[in-house]
């Protein structure tokens, strides 16, 4: 039987600059695709899993973060507020006392992705291996990545190891913004702010950093044209009335 992750951290505290007007009056996460805010389908993802607790980081509009999340049933949701932004290394490091001594999911609130024969995190949680891992993370091809034109962050080796692009000029896969963490990966961890791409590299000088290459759609939804991009791809737009139901 597979480890399953019974917590998780989303991290929902950033600014959101690129994503402006939008995030003018509102937070990143709370920027609907389809009808259903980017951290809400997050939410869904891990309460559909079966965690049963999830820490969520705030600072940008958090009071409108504050009152979303209050109207949700499930999962259960611990709010961390960051009077100042601590990045996302800093953030899942304050929130470790939360998180629990066991491997815990951390998912970004600026990814949509949809699964592919098997729930993304279903393949994510098998795929885990704590004698040998300190981080597991989801890694996107970047030939069929959505929203994302970049140089990609990994390369995957055929035994599931993942290593930093370095000085390479582009690399196979980009984060996916989901990964799962051993609490031991934070042991040396700077002072925050830091962000989380310190952890992973320091799982990786020790030989403890893996990855799985995601099977589904995934896009990276950054700015307010890759919402109305991802919700063209995903026949997401409302469809106009007809006329004749219109008068009735």
């Known amino acids: 039987m597979s480890f399953r992750p019974r917590r998780a951290m989303v991290l929902a505290a950033g600014l959101g600059e690129r994503m402006r007007p939008l995030t003018e ?99 994510v949680a098998r795929a885990w291996r704590g004698e040998e891992m300190d981080a597991l993370l989801l890694l996107q091809s970047c030939a069929t990545a959505r929203g994302y034109d970049g140089p990609g962050d990994y390369f995957l080796d055929p035994a599931g190891r993942a290593k930093r692009r370095g000085g390479a000029l582009i690399a196979t896969h980009v984060y996916g913004g989901v990964a799962i963490l051993a609490p031991a990966a934070f042991a040396d961890a700077p002072p925050a ?41 995903l026949d997401l737009r409302p469809r106009p009335t007809p006329a004749a139901e219109r008068l009735g």
Do not use: Q
């Open 193 to 233: 702010p830091f962000p989380l791409r310190r952890i992973f590299e320091d799982a990786e000088a020790r030989g403890r950093l893996w990855g799985v290459a995601h099977d589904g759609l995934w896009f990276h939804v950054g700015t307010p044209d890759s919402v109305l991009e991802t919700e063209i791809a």
């Open 25 to 123: 009056t509102l937070p990143k996460p709370l920027v609907p695709v389809g009808g259903r805010t980017l951290l809400d389908r997050v939410l869904d993802r891990l309460e559909s899993f079966g965690v049963e607790r999830v820490v969520v980081n705030l600072h940008f509009h958090r009071g409108a973060l504050e009152a979303h999340l209050a109207r949700r049933a499930a999962p259960p949701i611990a709010l961390a507020p960051e009077p100042e932004l601590l990045d996302t290394g800093g953030a899942i490091a304050a929130a470790l006392p939360r998180l629990g001594a066991a491997p815990f999911f951390v998912a970004s609130a600026d990814v949509l992705w949809l699964d592919g024969g098997t729930p993304t995190l279903e393949r």
